[in-house]
C-alpha cells in the first residue's frame, strides 16, 4: 500500500467537501497521525488497483464521497458526539405586566 499526501489550500479543500465539511453531528472522523492539525489537502492511498483521495482538512479526514474512512495506521477514529436537542424553557400561565418598570428608576 502507498500512501500520499498533497498539500492544498484549506479554502480549496472546504470547497471541495461542500456539504461534507464541517463532519456532521454523530459521523466517525480519522485524525491523520502522519499530519499535523494544520495540513489540508489529499491524502491518497493506492493498493492493487486504482487508488483513492479522500480530502484533508486540519489534518482530519470526514466523512466524504471518496468511500469509507481509510482507517491508516496509527490513526485515530473518533466518532462526534450526537446533536444535542436545545432544552424548552418550561412554559407558565405567567403573562407579564405590560406596565412593569423592570427595576427602572420611575420616580419623578
Avoid: C, K, N
Wanted: zero cysteines; charged letters at 20%.
Amino acid at each position: 500500500m502507498t500512501v500520499m499526501f498533497t498539500e492544498m489550500p484549506r479554502e480549496d479543500v472546504v470547497t471541495y467537501l461542500g456539504s461534507a465539511w464541517p463532519a456532521a453531528a454523530g459521523s466517525t472522523i480519522e485524525r491523520v497521525a502522519f499530519l499535523s492539525e494544520g495540513a489540508h489537502g489529499g491524502v491518497s492511498v493506492q493498493t492493487d488497483g486504482p487508488g483513492i483521495t479522500w480530502f484533508v482538512v486540519d489534518g482530519v479526514i470526514v466523512p466524504q464521497d471518496a468511500g469509507p474512512l481509510p482507517e491508516l495506521e496509527g490513526d485515530e477514529l473518533v466518532t462526534l458526539p450526537a446533536a444535542v436537542e436545545p432544552e424548552q424553557p418550561p412554559m407558565t400561565d405567567h403573562v407579564p405586566d405590560p406596565s412593569a418598570s423592570f427595576g427602572a428608576d420611575t420616580t419623578p
